[in-house]
Structure formats: structure tokens, C-alpha cells
């Protein structure tokens, strides 16, 4: 419904004004546990992809957090690969440098550097399913 309201529907109408400037000033104010939140619905429901566009591309910030949220191996790899993949949509060019650290220890660790006892070999496994989207985005960024 917010995603919505961020556009000129079929008909031609929009949100009143005052709808669309508060709900544009709570955006920009949004933090990383929100931006998180729209990233689990989009990953649950690929449909609201052009929502969560809109929306994250109303942060300012947003993607400061997403860089965060796809840097956090403790975040759940579907949440991660959603975090990659807007940040190529809305082409937040400063995640660019936590995208190539990421990138780099991935392939680090995927053409046979020791990884750390600590890190369970399938979680390894599966962060390497990260590596496509990152090369796609990254592909994405520098073209701009």
C-alpha cells in the first residue's frame, strides 16, 4: 500500500500532497531494522519488488543499511541476496566498496583459502550463492 502511494495510478491520481510528503519524511528517516522488514516481505513476495523500489529508493540512507544487512553473515542468506539485488535496482553507488570486500572474501574463500574454524563449512556454501547477484550489481553499479 505505501509503494503505491509513492505513484500515479490508472487513473491518473495520486496521494494527496500531505500523504506523500509525510510518508517521504518518515522514509528518509528510516534505519536498518525497517529497510530489513521490506526486504524479508520482498523475499517472501517477489511481487512487491517495484514497492520496496520505490520505497528504499526514498531513503536516503537505505543503502548504508543494505550494505549492512548484506554484509551481516548472521542475517539469513534469502534477506542478504534481497539486500544485493536492491542496491543494484535503485543503484545506491556508495555500497559499491562493501560489495567488492564481500566479493573478494567470497572468492577468496571459493579458489581455496582456509576458512575459519568458527564458520560451518555449509554456511560457507551457501554465502558463495551470493557471489552471481554481487557480480550482476556490481556489473549494474559501474555501468552508471
Given at each position: ?6 505513484i ?27 529497510v ?7 523475499s517472501t ?12 529508493n ?25 539486500a544485493?539485488?536492491?542496491v ?14 564481500l566479493a573478494a ?6 579458489n ?33
Amino acid at each position: 500500500v505505501l509503494g503505491e502511494l509513492l505513484i500515479i495510478d490508472e487513473r491518473g491520481t495520486q496521494a494527496p500532497d500531505a500523504v506523500r510528503r509525510h510518508l517521504i519524511s518518515y522514509l528518509a528517516q528510516m534505519r536498518t531494522r525497517p529497510v530489513f522488514c521490506l526486504l524479508q516481505a520482498a523475499s517472501t513476495q517477489p511481487a512487491l519488488e517495484a514497492h520496496v523500489t520505490r520505497l528504499l529508493n526514498a531513503c536516503p540512507h537505505a543503502g548504508t543499511h543494505l550494505a549492512e544487512i548484506f554484509s551481516d553473515r548472521g542475517v539469513p542468506l534469502a534477506v542478504r541476496q534481497q539486500a544485493v539485488h536492491f542496491v543494484g535496482q535503485v543503484g545506491f553507488l556508495e555500497a559499491i566498496p562493501a560489495l567488492e570486500r564481500l566479493a573478494a572474501r567470497l572468492e577468496a574463500r571459493r579458489n581455496g583459502q582456509v576458512t575459519m574454524p568458527f564458520v560451518s563449512s555449509a554456511s560457507a556454501q551457501e554465502e558463495n550463492e551470493l557471489l552471481p547477484e554481487i557480480s550482476q550489481t556490481l556489473w549494474m553499479l559501474h555501468a552508471v
